[in-house]
């Protein structure tokens, strides 16, 4: 057996790039459908030719929230050109009393913003009111009365705390982490399903016969190269998770280490469903048809591609209760976006060691009883 996997092994090193192809096109497409949300907020490029306006007016919209941050540009031409080339969706130009929005699309945090920059405007001036006020009754000067109106907003006489709440039928949505793992899922079926034609190929080249012959047990052929798919998928969703954590700077929420762990047992039933696949068809020919088939049909039913809790068809839902990728992205969701402990995944991690067993177990029957 441990000749087996060095074997493939050495065949993996002089030729990687099936492997390099699917690793690359699952980060691509991460990130290309998924990258608008992957800075962590809006970039709102603003000028303004009046310096007191930056303290007036666009640090007080900052301060707001954290999803928007305002650039500052040495021209409106920067501005006009960072909307019009798309690096940015919304600009603005700052005056003294009023603002000008640059929208280049129909941007749906147009009006998020400009709410925004009201709002710090309409603080500006209640501000200067309540100096005028205090000028025109003499009896505090300016500084004191800006001395106090800070030191009450500082410390206030009580706070608002505000909660919300989800009904059980919402569901949060995370675009970056969805994306990120309805793709990796999604083409990790690929390199693992090819991983396992060898088995196929190679009993029909008749390999395995002669390989019977030396001190070699089937079971030991069958469980090296079980062991080497399962390798190789994993591999690669570890150099994708890396990619995106280190690199690109998604945090996973904090449960990097537990969302690598948790897709063991899906990794295991994708390789038993290679196998399974493996069994039914005749030859190679076959399986090059059915694994797209299969692998493209799991994503869409299984909620890679878009969530699975927008579907209505109860038809879909029934089928997506029987797919691994389900569960698979159940089990990422519920680490990274829900943050749910270990003993509310258990469902999912016993139903994918489930079909792991069954799909291993069938697709060895068959393919033993069909002596291919």
Do not use: C
């Amino acid at each position: 057996m441990t000749g087996i996997l060095l074997s493939k092994l050495k065949r993996f090193i002089r030729n990687p790039f099936i492997f390099i192809i699917f690793t690359v096109m699952s980060i691509g497409f991460a990130l290309i459908l998924g990258g608008s949300n992957l800075e962590g907020s809006i970039q709102v490029p603003v000028y303004t030719a009046e310096e007191s306006v930056k303290d007036a007016a666009a640090e007080e919209a900052l301060s707001e929230t954290e999803k928007v941050a305002f650039k500052w540009m040495d021209s409106k031409q920067r501005v006009e050109e960072e909307v019009s080339t798309g690096r940015a969706e919304v600009g603005g130009i700052l005056r003294e009393d009023d603002f000008q929005l640059i929208v280049g699309v129909d941007s749906p945090n147009a009006g998020t913003i400009e709410q925004m920059i009201q709002r710090a405007y309409t603080k500006k001036a209640q501000r200067e009111q309540i100096l005028e006020a205090a000028r025109i009754s003499g009896n505090m000067n300016s500084e004191a009365v800006l001395k106090k109106l800070d030191e009450a907003l500082a410390e206030p006489v009580f706070f608002i705390e505000r909660s919300h709440f989800n009904s059980s039928d919402d569901f949060e949505f995370n675009s970056t982490l969805h994306t990120l793992f309805g793709f990796t899922l999604f083409f990790v079926i690929y390199t693992i399903g090819f991983n396992v034609l060898p088995i196929l190929t190679d009993k029909k080249d008749g390999l395995w016969d002669r390989m019977i012959l030396a001190p070699v047990r089937k079971w030991e052929m069958y469980v090296a190269n079980l062991i080497y798919s399962f390798f190789e998928g994993y591999l690669q969703v570890v150099i994708i998770f890396l990619v995106f954590r280190y690199i690109v700077g998604v945090d996973f929420n904090g449960r990097f280490a537990e969302s690598l762990l948790f897709l063991i047992p899906y990794i295991f039933a994708i390789v038993a469903l290679s196998i399974l696949i493996t069994g039914i068809v005749k030859n190679a020919q076959q399986f090059n048809a059915a694994l797209p088939i299969v692998s493209v049909s799991m994503a869409m039913i299984g909620g890679a591609f878009w969530p699975i809790e927008i579907v209505e068809s109860e038809i879909l839902l029934a089928l997506s209760n029987v797919i691994p990728l389900t569960y698979g992205m159940e089990l990422l969701n519920g680490i990274a976006v829900y943050g749910y402990p270990l003993e509310e995944l258990l469902i999912s991690i016993s139903v994918l060691i489930l079909m792991g067993v069954t799909f291993t177990g069938v697709g060895i029957h068959l393919m033993e009883r069909r002596h291919v």
